[in-house]
């Protein structure tokens, strides 16, 4: 159960099939070399897959670096067999894991060598915690649809807010890239930098509701259209002030202080250092 909660809480592919790993490894007591591989279950229906149908999602020891391609022969057979018995297997000291999930194209498989024989309760263990793995990595591959769906709607309304005011080509992907890196480097966590990341493009959201007149000018604003210019952040913030998803709720924010600065020079409020 313990196990099994704590890959719940891992929100990225890569992490989850670390965790997996390890968990797998505290629930057997061991600490063997092991690998975590996917393929799709379209392939796997065919009776056979091959290393070109295998991806590798996470090794340890040996396999850490591990291509797909290099697999030996022994090992993908052993997969083979996983995949068309259904199940976990315990077979001349390795242990092959069997993790299908339930509405997704993709089935995982663990596989673990050196393995010194483990009890019936053991056997058991992973036979249930095989299960509760499928239902963890359905729902992290549908929330990853869901966070992918609404960053690629955020980056092309992006696209659409700059092409309008006649920013160069591919700038909201640019500057997203360097707002990941600049998070980073800030001290932020990766899912945290991953989250501006995702928001960023939406900045001058607020855009849609300034005039031609003054967006498109060439020379200089006066004060009057400078005003108007100046609510950009404002409008964009109450459009997506009200959404309870963490990526819309971060670019509201992003919208309405990416213009403030530092030394409290900016707009639209003038606050400064850390309250930004």
Known sequence: LEATSGLFELRTLHRFADGLLNQVASLLNL???TLLLTCNAIDAMSGHVDNKDIEILAGTGRFQDCNSKALPEDIMSLL?????EKRCLYENNCFIGYFP???SKWINILYMDGLDKISDLDKKLVDIFAINVGVAFENLLLNQEVEDTQSELIL???????SRSKEAAHHVKRMAEYCYELALLAGLSERDADLIKRASPMHDVGKIATPDSVLLKPS????DEWDIMKQHPVIGHQILANSDRPILKAASIISLQHHEKYDGSGYPHGISGKEI
């Open 220 to 223: 200089k604003l006066d004060d």
């Open 80 to 84: 083979n067999r996983a995949l068309d």
């Open 31 to 33: 600490s063997n070399e």
């Open 156 to 162: 092309r309304l992006g696209d659409v807010v700059e």
């Open 101 to 103: 999930t339930k509405s």
